[in-house]
């Protein structure tokens, strides 16, 4: 028998683009959001491993993101954290959530403390708050600059 039989099969479909250890992860990871959505957690957290998508604690949702943080103790270089929304999560959106982690992994990005309450919401630089603060004075009616542009 050849090594060419125990090969997996190529990853085909919506998840195409990714290598096979990844779909695998990704398709991990949905499975288990999609189950949180299902048994009512929408709202809560999960946590998982970013190299596998297992859950750090299987089938388990925290009330907050530090509850999940730090059941996981703080893993800053494995785990990864995650909201489950009530209509669950495709594959392909785990994929994409992973890839991007991943990424802002192997720059070093790490999370901060538990305890920091970050809101990546806000824009950082006084152009942008004026640029936003002009597009909600109109009623949403102005169209924004690109970030940066004072003019």
């Known amino acids: 028998m050849s090594h060419s039989a125990f090969r997996k099969p190529p990853v085909s479909g919506s998840l195409a683009y990714l290598d096979p250890a990844f779909a695998d992860a990704a398709k991990r990871m949905a499975d288990a959001m999609t189950l949180h959505a299902l048994a009512g957690s929408g709202g809560q957290w999960a946590s998982f491993y970013i190299s596998t998508g297992r859950e750090v604690i299987a089938n388990t949702a925290y009330a907050t993101r530090i509850e999940a943080v730090k059941f996981a103790k703080w893993d800053r270089d494995r785990v990864v ?71």
């Open 81 to 151: 954290y995650l909201e489950v929304v009530p209509g669950g999560m495709e594959a392909r959106e785990a994929g994409a959530f992973l890839q991007w982690a991943r990424f802002l992994h192997s720059q070093g990005w790490r999370l901060p403390d538990p305890e920091f309450d970050f809101d990546g919401g806000m824009p950082d630089t006084r152009a942008d708050r004026l640029a936003m603060a002009r597009h909600l004075i109109s009623g949403g009616r102005q169209e924004t600059l690109p970030i940066g542009d004072t003019s």
